[in-house]
């Protein structure tokens, strides 16, 4: 299937900055969704993406469907403690099913020091 | 409350030993899907169903069945385990409107099964 690489792989970042992290693919797609896993629980969709070069906020986050549609990116402003867990990206291939499977990054694990 | 519930949440078993792990939605969903989680790895999907009697596979379905017979529910199986299928297993499930997958998709709790 398709793959998304998703950076960076983990970061230690301390609490009130800022956090940055990005999902690229090599092929286009329609739609980027970002999801929060917290440690024990499943994911949980943050944001969705449709249109190229959407800017979309959700409180302190904001996610952007890269222009080329080949890349997104999530940022975390004023991090607090409750923000630690597993960031992914994730998206549906262009498949002759249409948009029913999803292909997920392989996550970004976010640590915050008090 | 709208969920996605599964059970077990853990479950250890042997090689060979067939075991099914139950995956429930009470949201009316059409699309349901299993993933697995590994280390490095992230979310692969296994199996999903657009809904009822409608099954395909994802990106990592050899080992598994599945199958769709009641909206609500879309059990998991493992008919011949063997270790390399210990893992943390997701169920999720969505509305299924036009956007298909890209709906936003409820996960279950998760279950975690390992097989000796």
């Known amino acids: 299937g398709q793959q998304l690489n998703q950076s960076p792989q983990s970061m230690f970042i301390q609490e009130g900055e800022d956090v940055s992290m990005n999902c690229t693919s090599s092929?286009?797609?329609?739609?980027w969704l970002w999801y929060k896993q917290d440690p024990g629980e499943g994911p949980v969709l943050l944001i969705a993406?449709?249109?190229?070069?959407e800017l979309t906020s959700n409180g302190r986050l904001t996610a952007q469907f890269g222009i080329t549609r080949k890349d997104s990116f999530l940022n975390i402003s004023a991090s607090i403690p409750s923000d630690v867990g597993i960031y992914f990206c994730?998206?549906?291939?262009?498949?002759?099913?249409?948009?029913?499977?999803?292909?997920f990054g392989k996550g970004t694990k976010l640590s915050v020091i008090p | 409350e709208a969920q996605v519930t599964q059970n077990p949440r853990y479950l250890i078993t042997v090689t060979g030993k067939k075991l099914t792990v139950t995956c429930s939605q009470n949201?009316?969903?059409?699309?349901m899907s299993w993933y697995r989680q590994d280390p490095g790895l992230g979310l692969r999907q296994i199996y999903y169903?657009?809904?009822?009697?409608?099954?395909d596979k994802g990106d990592v379905p050899e080992g598994y069945k599945v199958s769709r017979k009641e909206k609500r529910n879309f059990p998991l199986i493992l008919e011949s385990p063997s270790p390399n299928q210990t893992s943390l297993y997701f169920c999720?499930?969505?509305?299924?409107?036009?956007?298909?997958?890209?709906?936003?998709?409820?996960f279950g709790p998760g279950t975690r099964l390992t097989v000796l």
């Open positions: 999720a499930s969505s509305l299924g409107s036009g956007r298909g997958g890209s709906d936003t998709q409820y």
């Open positions: 994730a998206g549906p291939p262009l498949t002759g099913a249409g948009s029913y499977q999803l292909t």
């Open positions: 993406l449709y249109k190229a070069g």
């Open positions: 092929s286009i797609f329609n739609t």
């Open positions: 949201m009316n969903h059409e699309y």
């Open positions: 169903s657009m809904n009822v009697e409608v099954t």
